[in-house]
């Protein structure tokens, strides 16, 4: 008989240690594109994205336009030039043209090198606040909303992370996202 209390209470040990250990475990997810559109800087970073793409529309704009002011000159002139300066200039109508059609790949580049600029400064402070707010609330994993096809039960802490950032969600995120559960 006091084997079998032993046994018996020694598994009822290592139950309570593994419920323990279980309840420790808090399971998060959010979507962190999400908190990233909801911040303030993304807005500020899409206007002076724009912007910086609006510039260089122009910029290329005016470089079409002086291309075609050079080659409607040419072909004005080109009655009475001799045959080299016709050559010389058709090798800078050639080269001009030459530009222009690496233009919009060179816009392309310099827009996505700026929005890389702009952008990792916002996902820097965005991934910062999560891990922030998985540490204070005690969350011992965090996964990426729209990764996951099946998880186990865990609560989206966007309204924490939101809390964290002093951002304000907009309703139909905030109206959807369940309240944080307490801490027991």
Known sequence: MKK??????????????????QAQTKIGYISSQEVIGIMPETRKADTLLTDFRNALLASAQEKQAAFYA?????????????????????QELN??????GGEEERIQNAL????DELIMPI????????QAVAKEAGYT??????????APTGEDI???????????LPNAAGANAPAPAKKP
């Open 70 to 90: 050079a080659y409607e000159k040419f072909a004005k002139d080109s009655t009475t030039m001799s045959e080299a300066v016709k050559s010389v200039k058709k």
């Open 95 to 100: 080269k001009l043209s030459t530009e222009l």
């Open 4 to 21: 079998f209390f032993t046994v018996v209470l020694f598994a009822s040990g290592l139950m309570m240690v593994a419920a323990h250990a």
């Open 112 to 115: 996505q090198q700026k929005r």
């Open 123 to 130: 996902n820097k402070k965005a991934f910062e606040a999560i």
């Open 141 to 150: 994993y965090v996964f990426e909303k729209e990764a996951l096809l099946v």
């Open 158 to 168: 966007l309204p924490l992370v939101a809390k964290k950032l002093n951002i304000k």
